[in-house]
């Protein structure tokens, strides 16, 4: 494993992190606890220091399973989790306001038994509150002492300069993969200049470039491979096979081609990697032990 500097700090953090929404089960066709478990012991023996999490995963069972794995090896992880995707009356809505975030890292400190979380993230922007609001009341929990680091993710230019004015954020969460390049614009580059680290999601398109898929598959409304992730859809299913087709070029696994085309873009501190078994945590993380030298032509 190769390790990162999270900003601000002298502290490493693993270029591969441990992404945890497919260990929710939901959205992902069902997860097995056991295959959860063993996911996360094998990140952690691979090197992986950087677990990402979210109390949507599975409303809170993604938080729940890395609790269990991590139980007498809290020091070996970097644990970084979010606020902001509320559930109420079976309904999924966005809130960032001081109380629900009291409400929030209240139960994830309890679902991953810990008192501190390392990084705590803003997950989505929320259009009702003040992002200074937010900021605020982040500020109060690090004073405290319950959370180490602030951190943003899907935010836009503008929100995240003013984030940034009024907390210390040390880093943005955004999808970047070889099909969906939209932060290089203006976000990768306003990171890099301000020493944000950039934690990047769906590196590989959620399982697409993997290279699994031979025809355009199947799944629930709900899967985030349906409404999350556009790359299956009709539409944008042959190009995205296009893109597969030029990535078997390399003689490595295509979804360590994927990790680590992202990996190798500057500015970028880690990569997350969504593992749904040991075998894929394994595999994944061996995308940092070599140096991908292949580029996509335009
Ligand atoms: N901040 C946000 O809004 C946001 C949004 C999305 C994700 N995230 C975070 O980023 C993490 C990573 O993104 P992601 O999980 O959505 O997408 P991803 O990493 O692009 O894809 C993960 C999926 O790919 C498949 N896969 C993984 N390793 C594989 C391998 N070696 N060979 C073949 N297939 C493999 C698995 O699904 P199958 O086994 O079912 O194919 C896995 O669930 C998430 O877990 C989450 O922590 C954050």
Redesign the pocket.
Known sequence: MKYAIFPGTEEKVSVI???????GGEN??GAREEESLAAVDQAILSGINFI???PF?GDGL?ETVVGKAIKGQRDKVFLAT?CGIIRSNGRVGICLSPESIAKELDLSRKRLGVDVIDLY?C??PDDNVPVEKTMEALLHWQKLGAIRHIGV??FGLELLKRACAAAPVRTL???Y?LVERKIEAELLPFCIQNNIGV??????????????YQKKPQFDKAD??HM??KFYDDQKFNDTMRIVAEMKKNKF????V??NWVRRQKGVMTV??????A???K??AAAADWELEWTLQD
Request: some cysteine; charged content about 10%.
């Open positions: 992190g441990l992404g945890t929404w497919v260990l992902w066709g990402d999490l979210a995963y993604a979010k993230q997950h989505w993710s899907n969460q955004v999808q993969s934690i990047t999601y769906g590196a590989m398109g959620g399982g697409f470039l993997s290279g699994k985030a491979r999350f992730y696994p295509l979804s360590q994927a990790l997350l990697a969504g593992c749904r078994n075998a894929q945590a595999e994944n």
